[in-house]
């Protein structure tokens, strides 16, 4: 289920763009929380939006810092990215910790709030979710992901697996007349692999560590379908003539 994407898709989505203007998207704040965590025995989730959300799990008795769990650091604001680019929006962690068999998640909803504007407008709140399944194995036998348990990625045991499963089209906003799609696309490996457009909806997390990855996302203006029309109103249009300077008129639009 795993999907690599790379430059390409951003490349045609531009060419998608035609003759329209690339808008700018611009951050005057990021806050981010964890919240409906499904499954498992989850000791602490921080579901107010802050700059930085936690979620631990496992059993009872141990440590905090002995459990699982996840925390995301939105990127610093403010900054602004171009339309169809794509960017890093902030730095996600799994602390892969071993934990009693049924003590995991199997999945928890995430949602990031910005304050944000196109083409230096006025700044408006927007709230955008997703959700991140979860996937813990045992660390012993055959590893569900393959490779060998005791080597490479599996070295500590077998690795778990952490996937976004809500990756296209993440959330469709409006500001003013224009609808707009953030999508969050996916995990790379550092944010230079998400500015060139190296990213994956799931990631393979190593036991015993700290594991972490850069959230790519991108933006567009959607691609709104228009309104049929009627073709009795077709008809008397061609017949006023009318057609055709309605196609100029939309051709003026989009050169403009």
């Known amino acids: 289920m795993s999907l690599l994407r790379t430059l390409g898709a951003s490349a045609a989505l531009t060419l998608a763009a035609g ?106 709140e927007r709230i955008f979710d997703f959700q991140i399944a979860h996937t813990e194995t045992p660390n012993s036998g055959t590893c569900a992901f393959g490779g060998a348990n005791g080597q490479g990625v599996n070295a500590n045991g077998c690795a778990d697996q952490v996937v976004i499963t809500s990756t296209e089209d993440t959330d469709v906003f409006q500001i003013g007349d224009q609808t707009y799609t953030l999508n969050i696309l996916g995990f790379a490996a550092s944010r230079a692999d998400a500015e060139g457009g190296l990213f994956d909806s799931a990631f393979l997390s190593p036991e015993g560590g700290v594991n972490r990855r850069i959230l790519a996302a991108s933006f567009q203006v959607a691609d709104i379908a228009p309104v049929p029309v009627p073709a009795s109103i077709m008809l008397t249009l061609s017949g006023l003539g009318l057609l055709g300077g309605m196609g100029a008129y939309r051709r003026r639009r989009k050169a403009s």
């Open 19 to 124: 003759a329209l203007s690339a808008a700018s998207l611009s951050f005057e704040v990021l806050e981010s929380r964890f919240y409906d965590a499904q499954g498992g025995n989850v000791r602490m989730i921080a579901d107010t939006f802050a700059a930085e959300s936690r979620v631990r799990w496992g059993q009872d008795g141990i440590l905090m810092s002995e459990t699982s769990g996840y925390s995301y650091e939105n990127r610093v604001t403010p900054f602004q990215e171009n339309e169809n680019d794509v960017f890093a929006i902030g730095a996600f962690r799994h602390f892969n910790k071993p934990i009693n068999q049924g003590t995991s998640i199997t999945s928890v909803n995430m949602a990031i709030r910005g304050l944000v504007s196109i083409d230096g407008g006025t700044a408006v």
